[in-house]
Nanobody, 125 residues
Framework: QVQLVESGGGLVQAGGSLRLSCAASGRTYSSLAMGWFRQAPGKEREFVSA????????FYADSVKGRFTISRDNAKYTVFLQMNSLKPEDTAVYYC??????????????????WGKGTLVTVSS
C-alpha cells in the first residue's frame, strides 16, 4: 500500500508561482510512476503531468506545457510540481497520483492505483 500526502497549495495572484509537493510512503515506491491531476469546481478531474520513476519520461497536459514542471527526488520519496505564470483557470484541487508501470499510464485516471487527498490552489485575477 502507498500513501500520498500533498502540500504547497494556497492563494496566489495571476502570474505568480507555487510549488506543490507530494510525499509518498509505503513499500512499493521504487516502482512507481507519479503525477498530478486537478479538479476545478463543477468540472471533471483532469490530467496535469506525469513522471517516470527514473525521471526520464515526463508528460504534460497542453494547458500547462511551458508553465509547469514536474520533478521528483527519489531519495526523499517526493514528487514536485513547479507552477509558474499561474492563471485563474488553474484554480483547482490538485491531486497527487501514482501507479506501478509506465508514466504514460498516469495520464488516465482509470489507471491510477493511488491517490492523495488533494491540495487547493486558488489563483486570483
Amino acid at each position: 500500500q502507498v500513501q500520498l500526502v500533498e502540500s504547497g497549495g494556497g492563494l496566489v495572484q495571476a502570474g505568480g508561482s507555487l510549488r506543490l509537493s507530494c510525499a509518498a510512503s509505503g513499500r512499493t515506491y521504487s516502482s512507481l510512476a507519479m503525477g498530478w491531476f486537478r479538479q476545478a469546481p463543477g468540472k471533471e478531474r483532469e490530467f496535469v503531468s506525469a513522471i517516470s520513476y527514473s525521471s526520464g519520461n515526463t508528460f504534460y497536459a497542453d494547458s500547462v506545457k511551458g508553465r509547469f514542471t514536474i520533478s521528483r527526488d527519489n531519495a526523499k520519496y517526493t514528487v514536485f510540481l513547479q507552477m509558474n505564470s499561474l492563471k485563474p483557470e488553474d484554480t483547482a484541487v490538485y491531486y497527487c497520483a501514482a501507479s506501478n508501470g509506465l508514466a504514460s499510464n498516469i495520464r488516465f485516471s482509470s489507471r491510477i492505483e493511488y491517490w492523495g487527498k488533494g491540495t487547493l490552489v486558488t489563483v486570483s485575477s
